[in-house]
């Protein structure tokens, strides 16, 4: 069975800082994209970073360059999300993502989101 746990969610004012884990079982990091999707109410799903199954490339939504960095450590299936400057905008459901048909996520596996909150 397949799992992605994710956790570091929480309350933050505005232009703080949260790191976001999230640890995969039942599969191998390696031969999948990896990453973060948020979902806010009202919003549409937004891809916000991923690690390509090609070639390891990142790559990250418009909203957050500059500000969030992914990363991830193979050898033990775990994928990371530092994300710095936040702001009210940012906050949503976070989910970490696995497909192996890359960084669309349509399909593959999520985990339980985490719950990140920004206040002004």
């Known amino acids: 069975e397949v799992q992605l746990q994710a956790s570091g969610g929480g309350s933050v004012q505005t232009g703080g800082s949260l790191r976001l884990s999230c640890v995969g079982s039942g599969l191998k990091f390696a031969g999948y994209a990896i990453g973060w999707l948020r979902q806010a109410p009202g919003k549409k799903r937004e891809v916000v970073a991923c690690i390509s199954n090609s070639d390891r490339s990142t790559r990250y939504a418009d909203s957050v360059k500059g500000r969030f960095a992914i990363s991830s450590d193979n050898a033990k299936n775990t994928v990371a999300l530092q994300m710095n400057s936040l702001k009210p905008e940012d906050t949503a459901v976070y989910y970490c993502?696995?497909?192996?048909?890359?960084?669309?996520?349509?399909?593959?596996?999520w985990g339980k989101g985490t719950l990140v909150t920004v206040s002004s």
């Open positions: 993502v696995a497909d192996v048909a890359g960084c669309d996520f349509t399909l593959g596996y």
